[in-house]
């Protein structure tokens, strides 16, 4: 089935730095790909959504220059944190739709674990 | 917009039945997805529908009424391994990357 790996799956930053998490979907091309942040005990939030060749597109109340998105390729999408922040910890996951497995579902990557000093 | 809620936590014993409900309202609905999350995981597929009715997977079962916003999530014979997060998905039509919305899960507990 559709495999999305996802890197690092922990991170841990000094707080003004900057962090990269890549997600590449690793048997098909995804020409889109999701990406979501949860805090503790909360559900999964839309953060963006990172569209190949274009720009990404950022739901309410995400700031675009914080939280930069680069989907160069069919395979490959970058989250950049940027100047990071003890209030960005938090689980950041990927996702994407394998479009052979039709509406069956987006596959998840591992997740990053995200935490600032 | 979307709104999707369901229970926040339930208890189980082990081989009994539980239902998880999730009522949503969305403008453009274009699926309903249920997905198992453990602690610290990435979600992990359980369940699609699009249509109304039932759809059955082994121990898990799904339904939709799209006149009502609402579904549910049928776990039979629970084990002890079931003790997870579960989220329901609301696929919106309506938006141009067809993207997904979460509710905020129901933490099941599944006891002896």
């Known amino acids: 089935g559709a495999v999305v790996s996802q890197h690092p799956s922990r991170v841990i930053c000094k707080s003004g730095t900057s962090v990269k998490i890549e997600c590449r979907s690793l048997?098909?091309?995804?020409?889109?790909m999701f990406w979501y942040r949860q805090f503790p005990k909360q559900s999964l939030m839309l953060m963006a959504t990172s569209n190949e060749g274009s720009k990404a597109t950022y739901e309410q109340g995400v700031e675009k220059d914080k939280f930069l998105i680069n989907h160069a390729s069919l395979t490959l999408s970058t989250l950049t944190v940027t100047s990071a922040h003890p209030e960005d910890s938090s689980f950041y996951i990927c996702s994407a739709q394998d479009p052979g497995t039709g509406n069956y579902g987006y596959t998840f990557g591992s997740g990053t674990r995200l935490t600032v000093v | 917009g979307q709104n999707i809620d369901q229970p926040t936590e339930m208890t189980a014993t082990e081989g009994a039945i539980v239902q998880i409900n999730c009522t949503y309202q969305t403008s453009g609905f274009n699926g309903l997805f249920w997905y198992q999350q453990h602690a610290g995981e990435a979600p992990t597929f359980l369940s699609y529908?699009?249509?109304?009715g039932l759809e059955e997977k082994g121990r898990f079962s799904s339904f939709l009424s799209r006149s009502k916003g609402y579904s549910y999530l049928l776990l039979k014979e629970l084990q002890m391994k079931d003790s997870a997060s579960y989220l329901c998905a609301v696929r919106d039509g309506s938006r141009k990357n067809n993207d997904m919305r979460f509710g905020a899960g129901t933490r099941l507990t599944v006891k002896p």
């Open positions: 048997d098909f091309q995804a020409t889109t």
């Open positions: 529908n699009v249509l109304d």
